[in-house]
């Protein structure tokens, strides 16, 4: 089992899953969302919410700690956001990567119901074009 390093993502990870499902990488990390991020300063007053950038920022940092041998990001596809996410809020945090393919799946999970999803598109490595 792979220990996520605290500097890497702001969420609480507590618990952990890997496993390979026909031909798949799949990573399930269980977490809390802290409720003194200061994303949630401001974000909204009264009624704070974790914004889309801190949910595609944290998906991409845990992506690349798991698979280090990804290029530079190129694109976000797919990208949805179904569901706020709340400080405290219980997440399932879902990576999938088809072996060796240039890009991974992210969906964050609250009680088995998609609060966002997307999929990050890698150049591949050392290609360095803009």
């Not at 990208?79 to 405290?88: D, M």
């Amino acid at each position: 089992m792979k220990a996520y390093r605290e500097e890497v993502t702001h969420l609480e990870i507590l618990d952990q899953e890997e496993r390979a499902q026909d031909g798949v990488e799949i990573h399930e990390l269980r977490a809390t969302v802290p409720g003194n991020l200061r994303w949630f300063r401001g974000h909204f007053d009264g009624n704070p919410v974790l914004p889309a950038v801190v949910q595609l920022q944290e998906a991409l940092l845990l992506v690349r700690q798991i698979w280090s041998d990804l290029g530079s990001l190129r694109r976000i596809q797919r990208a949805r956001f179904q569901r706020q996410i709340l400080p405290a809020d219980s997440l399932c945090l879902r990576l999938e990567r088809v072996s060796g393919a240039g890009e991974a799946n992210f969906f964050f999970l609250r009680g088995g119901e998609g609060c966002s999803s997307g999929t990050l598109i890698f150049e591949p490595p050392g290609d360095r074009s803009e």
